[in-house]
């Protein structure tokens, strides 16, 4: 049967959208199927986003209106206990001027909509509400299109990319990747809080369209694996917090209580009071790292994003590495059309252009880092306690000699048994995670 699209896509997240843009430019007949009842519905990141990737699809994205909130001059990161907590930060002019866009906080709901709109009007077809229940295939087993969930809903294609992000119970139920097991997914919740920019500003010491992200991690995850952000917007700050689902499970801790403990720590109360909650939501995050990539092609299709485990958790690099194998996807696709050739074996040149990137360099690089704190649990527990103990008692002025104060913290150490042979371990262990 004649295809009646070049290309089907699954899901209109940054993967998708980003690949769609890439084929519509080349005038490939694409149709881009998204569940939500717009593109960015149903969709929920911190949002920080990465002005590379998305230049490298839409140069004049600035141009375009594209709906950025606040760029990123300063980036912070905060080692917190219970109620007390280390912050250090790196602001840069630059990131305001020459590197401008380098980071930039989004709103899904409004960034997804306005890049589906883009691909729009480069000629793609984007249908929203509508949900892929299945791929079809031939009797090769070759995929050829998708079903939907509509009546008569079945769609042939050429080429089919899975861009359906990390809950994907097609990928699953398919084939294409096995079933993402506890810990190698986290569980995050993400409330927005509505404040005036004015206040904003005020709070984190920028003006007007600049902004701060601060990286949290420490005893804010009820000792779990896990971590939490606070990102500034225009009007509103956006706060998340997610462990580990393994963790999750263990603890029979609730997500909404660990997002209130966190709204009420000393480092993040002032900076939300007085905010009005404006939406809270959770959604699943790929932490699988490199071990958990599956096999990004086949015949007929290929696998991009957060469905094909494509996360850096280190950095916080999902929405990028979502667009640059979107974008790779489509290259390579554009290529298989032109030779008329839709094999495994001409889409695996995917796999290749995304090893020789960033992307799969980075994840490789990183590959130990998700089970090294997974392993580490005194990484969120004693480790916080012990530093927070420590630097209390050096800036208390109450009589007792330094000296004696050395002793206090290396037997409170000690208490937490935190020896030196212990945190040596755990550094070099760390260093060998990330090297
Ligand atoms: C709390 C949180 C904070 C994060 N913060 C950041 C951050 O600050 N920076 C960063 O770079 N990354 C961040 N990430 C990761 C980032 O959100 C993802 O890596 C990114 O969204 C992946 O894009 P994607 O297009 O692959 O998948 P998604 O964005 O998940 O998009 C998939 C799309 O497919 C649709 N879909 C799914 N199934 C179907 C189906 N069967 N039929 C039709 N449509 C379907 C979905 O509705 C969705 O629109 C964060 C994630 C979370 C959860």
Known sequence: MKAAFDVAIVGAGPAGISAACILADAGVKTIVFERGEYPGAKNLSGAVLYGYDLARILPDFAERKCPIERNIIESRIWYLSRDSGFSVGYRDAALGTER???????????FDRWYAEQAQKKGAL??????????LRDSRGAVTGVATGRAEGEVRARITLLADGVNSPLAVRTGFRLEPK????ALAVKELIDLPAAV?????????????????????????????ALYTNRNSLSLSVGANLADFAATKIKPYELIEEFKQHPMVAPLIS????????????????????????????LIAGDSAMLFNALHREGNNLAMASGRMAAETIIEALGRDDCSRKALSRYGERLAESYVLKDMKKYRRFGRFMHHHKELFNEMPRAASFAAREMLTVNGVGKKQKQKLIMQNFRGEKMSIFRLARLLWQGWRAVK
């Open 182 to 185: 506890p810990e190698q997914v």
């Open 274 to 301: 007085g905010g009005k909650s404006l939406e809270y939501i959770a959604h699943w995050l790929a932490e699988g790292g490199y071990d958990a990539i599956p096999r990004l092609c086949g015949d007929g299709y």
């Open 100 to 110: 401008k866009h380098n980071a930039f906080t989004v709103l899904r709901a409004k």
């Open 200 to 228: 904003i500003e005020q709070r984190f010491g920028v003006s007007g369209i600049d902004g701060v992200t601060a990286e949290i991690m420490g005893g804010v995850t009820g000792g779990m694996d896990g971590v939490a």
């Open 126 to 135: 984007v249908v929203p509400a509508t949900v892929v229940v299945d791929l």
